[in-house]
């Protein structure tokens, strides 16, 4: 079989169980879990693919929703990483039901590759990618070690094959004051609210004077309890974003200053913590991504390799792109104009229109996966690039 009938021979496999696929990508936006309580979204995807000839091990690297399944025990290894974790309250506002299905269907439709070329395909769930960056977590454990290359495309309202993102990390900061009477004796109190509130002005100053596509913004989580009581507590969550680690380094120091300052204008005292997860800058891999936009465009797809800007936002596939090559194309899957981490976005993402693009990207992904089974010499070109760029374990 050449490489044209093995590529027909793996669109044909999605094109098959496309209802099932449907229904499967349907019922985990139906039954919305957040961050790491994914436990029906992980169970069935998981079933899925034993269900086709995988091999499943379920509860990887510590994670109980984290799965890693195998077809083949060749190399090389390739990877396609899904998430499925729901936003609060909004549901699939980010459509991770798409990621995993497409994932899924790339996986289970580069069987045919692998038994005619060799190599490994795995599907590798990575729970909690909002806010807790599972793949952050797992890569620090091990889970991509042995692995050639991994793949996952993200549904939006455009189109693009490289995108940047912002290397981030999450803050949780409490003010403790003392309560008082608000009318009877203010004095005696300290108003932890007043230093968040401190807080907050002095970020929104320094907002001036950072660079460009850094990114500060945040929430305050407990305000006080009552109007007449001077608030003994408050709390938030802010996010704090950079182009890379070395600035956000210096720019958590100027964050935390701000804090530090409106402790000591009102007398609370200040506790925080960052989160111990980091989400990395993403390093895209050219060389495969060619591959992948190749492979759309043969599917009448025809988007562009990407923008010079910054996308601002961030993901932990940034943390797995720094250890092995890896892409995370963007397909549209809804005009520009609906935005990412909305309601309307989240009904986009149950739509069948929706629907037919993940697959179409999960063709795209499965097409490169036999690009680069059937040429070692394309593996080798990848790999380079990544070698040439830094990459690796340090």
């Known amino acids: 079989m050449d490489i044209g009938e093995l590529k027909a021979s793996v669109i044909g496999e999605i094109d098959t169980q496309n209802r099932q696929l449907g229904e499967l990508s349907q019922k985990i936006h139906d039954n919305p879990e957040v961050a790491f309580k994914e436990k029906k979204a992980a169970a069935w995807l998981a079933e899925y693919l034993e269900e ?47 990621i995993a299905t497409s994932a899924l269907a790339a996986g289970v439709a580069s069987r045919k590759a692998v038994d005619e070329l060799g190599g490994s395909v795995m599907v590798i769930g990575t729970p909690g990618e909002e806010l807790y960056g599972g793949k952050a977590i797992m890569a620090e454990r091990g889970a991509f070690d042995n692995i050639d290359a991994a793949m996952i495309v ?3 309202g455009g189109n693009r094959v490289v995108m940047k993102t912002l290397a981030c990390q999450n803050l949780d900061v409490e003010f403790l004051g003392r309560a008082a009477h608000a009318a009877v004796e203010p004095e005696a109190g300290i108003n932890a609210l007043e230093a968040m509130i401190l807080s907050y002005n002095a970020i929104n100053a320094l907002r001036q004077h950072i660079k460009d596509k850094a990114r500060i913004h945040g929430i305050i989580t407990d305000g006080g ?43 609370a005292e200040l506790k925080y913590r960052w989160a111990e997860v980091r989400y990395a800058s993403i390093r895209n891999n050219l060389a495969m991504a060619r591959l992948f936009r190749g492979n759309m465009k043969s599917l009448g797809r025809n988007i562009p390799i990407g923008e010079s800007k910054m996308w601002g936002a961030s993901s932990d596939v940034g943390n797995v792109s720094q250890l092995i090559p890896a892409i995370h194309p963007m397909v549209a899957i809804a005009p520009n104009s609906v935005l990412i981490h909305t309601p309307e976005f989240a009904r986009a993402a149950a739509s069948e229109e929706g629907f037919r693009f993940l697959l179409d990207a999960a063709k795209a992904m499965a097409m490169t996966l036999v690009d680069i089974l059937a ?20």
């Open 52 to 98: 086709n000839g995988f091999s499943v091990e379920k509860g990887i690297c510590e994670l109980p929703t984290a799965f890693r399944g195998r077809y083949g025990r060749g190399e090389p290894v390739i990877a396609m990483l899904a998430e499925y974790d729901a936003l609060p309250k909004l549901g699939h506002a980010c459509g991770h039901n798409l």
């Open 154 to 156: 993200h549904p939006g």
């Open 225 to 267: 309890e009552a109007a007449n009581v001077i608030p003994a507590h408050t709390a938030a969550t802010f996010i704090v974003r950079a182009e890379d680690d070395s600035y956000l380094d210096e720019l958590k120091e100027k964050v935390i200053s701000c804090f530090v300052g409106a402790a000591a204008a009102t007398g």
């Open 375 to 394: 040429g070692p010499e394309t593996l080798a070109v990848i790999q380079e690039e990544f070698r040439r760029g830094g990459g690796g374990k340090q």
